[in-house]
């Protein structure tokens, strides 16, 4: 059992050293992968787990290894090799599957988590809300149990670790689905690719005059002069199908003009409506404050710095 403790904090500390992009290099990859087949053969010829057990049936210092296929998981995708980049990913793909099982023979998930694993779809807003919250939960729980540093809450300490690891499965599922459809698709492209797209012909520039005005259609220039021909083209080209100028640039600017007048005047509105109502009532006013800036607080929480900017890329 010694063997098995120091193989599992060795494969530990290395799938989360990668999870944190530290000490990622080939070769602690390829001893993490080897420390995790090690441990799941053993575990497989031991016999360490049982579909017809329950969690209170495991002794303590074997729950943590119910970890062991989703840390082999981790260090398959960490595995940079392109040439077996898909192989990497549908064995991680089969661990995740596996350590999924284990949580569900020894119930340390509920029903409705395991309708999500089996029936994948794109989680709602308010779905990513509470599953990042629920993770902050079991983080804080975590925390707390490992400051102490009880032998008593070990079992309640793997039991978090459990179904925090459970949480990023899901995600860790998504994106490796996600990959391989990518994956997928540029072995089709390499196989059978687009043909190109047909050379695109220079715009024509027909100048009109007394040469070739002829070859204006006769419906529009038929016995006009060449003026007249020309107008009637323009006229042409403001018919349905095209968008028509309804407005010279001069009418414009002083439209714009107006509405920006129009708005700076709604914001002064805006402004004085504010600062009466927080003088009439400057305890709502503080309550709706603490709301907007706890909310603020929430989306940060949940977006890292930059989310959504663009130009930060």
Same mark, same amino acid.
């Given at each position: 059992?010694?063997?098995?403790?120091?193989?599992?904090?060795?494969?530990?500390?290395?799938?989360?050293?990668?999870?944190?992009?530290?000490?990622?290099?080939?070769?602690?990859?390829?001893?993490?992968?080897?420390? #995790?087949?090690?441990?799941?053969?053993?575990?497989?010829?031991?016999?360490?787990?049982?579909?017809?057990?329950?969690?209170?049936?495991? /002794?303590?210092?074997?729950?943590?290894?119910?970890?062991?296929? =989703?840390?082999?998981?981790?260090?398959?995708?960490?595995?940079?090799?392109? #040439?077996?980049?898909?192989?990497?990913?549908?064995?991680?793909?089969?661990?995740?599957?596996?350590?999924?099982? =284990?949580?569900?023979?020894? $119930?340390?998930?509920?029903?409705?988590?395991?309708?999500?694993?089996?029936?994948? #779809?794109?989680?709602?807003?308010?779905?990513?809300?509470?599953?990042?919250?629920?993770?902050? #939960?079991?983080?804080?729980?975590?925390?707390?149990?490992?400051? $102490?540093?009880?032998?008593?809450?070990?079992?309640?300490?793997?039991?978090?670790?459990?179904?925090?690891?459970?949480?990023?499965?899901?995600?860790?599922?998504?994106?490796?689905?996600?990959?391989?459809?990518?994956?997928?698709?540029?072995?089709?492209?390499?196989?059978?690719?687009?043909?190109?797209? /047909?050379?695109?012909? /220079?715009?024509?520039?027909?100048?009109?005059?007394?040469?070739?005005?002829?070859?204006?259609?006769?419906?529009?220039?038929?016995?006009?002069?060449?003026?007249?021909?020309?107008?009637?083209?323009?006229?042409?080209?403001?018919?349905?199908?095209?968008?028509?100028?309804? =407005?010279?640039?001069?009418?414009?600017?002083?439209?714009?003009?107006?509405?920006?007048?129009?708005?700076?005047?709604?914001?002064?509105?805006?402004?004085?409506? $504010?600062?009466?109502?927080?003088?009439?009532?400057?305890?709502?006013?503080?309550?709706?404050?603490?709301?907007?800036?706890?909310?603020?607080?929430?989306?940060?929480?949940?977006?890292?710095?930059?989310?959504?900017? $663009?130009?930060?890329?």
């Amino acid at each position: 059992m010694d063997t098995l403790t120091s193989q599992f904090a060795a494969l530990k500390g290395l799938a989360e050293g990668f999870e944190e992009f530290k000490d990622l290099t080939p070769e602690n990859v390829d001893n993490a992968i080897l420390i #995790a087949n090690s441990l799941k053969q053993v575990i497989a010829r031991e016999a360490l787990f049982s579909s017809n057990e329950l969690l209170e049936d495991l /002794p303590t210092e074997h729950i943590k290894l119910l970890l062991t296929p =989703y840390y082999h998981a981790l260090v398959l995708l960490k595995n940079t090799d392109q #040439a077996k980049r898909k192989s990497n990913l549908e064995f991680s793909q089969g661990s995740f599957e596996e350590f999924l099982n =284990y949580l569900d023979n020894y $119930r340390v998930v509920d029903e409705k988590f395991i309708e999500r694993w089996k029936t994948p #779809a794109e989680p709602t807003r308010d779905q990513k809300i509470a599953d990042f919250k629920a993770k902050k #939960a079991i983080e804080q729980q975590i925390q707390l149990l490992e400051s $102490r540093n009880n032998p008593d809450d070990l079992r309640d300490l793997y039991k978090l670790q459990l179904q925090h690891a459970a949480s990023h499965t899901l995600d860790q599922l998504r994106f490796v689905k996600l990959e391989l459809q990518v994956l997928e698709f540029k072995s089709t492209q390499e196989t059978n690719p687009l043909p190109p797209p /047909p050379p695109q012909r /220079p715009p024509q520039i027909l100048k009109i005059d007394e040469s070739n005005v002829n070859l204006i259609n006769p419906l529009i220039s038929s016995g006009a002069d060449i003026a007249k021909a020309r107008h009637n083209i323009e006229h042409q080209v403001f018919q349905p199908g095209h968008r028509q100028p309804l =407005y010279t640039i001069e009418e414009w600017g002083e439209i714009e003009c107006k509405m920006c007048m129009e708005r700076e005047e709604k914001q002064k509105q805006a402004e004085l409506e $504010r600062k009466r109502e927080q003088e009439e009532n400057p305890e709502d006013y503080e309550e709706q404050k603490r709301k907007n800036d706890a909310g603020w607080d929430d989306w940060k929480d949940m977006h890292e710095k930059g989310a959504g900017n $663009r130009n930060g890329r």
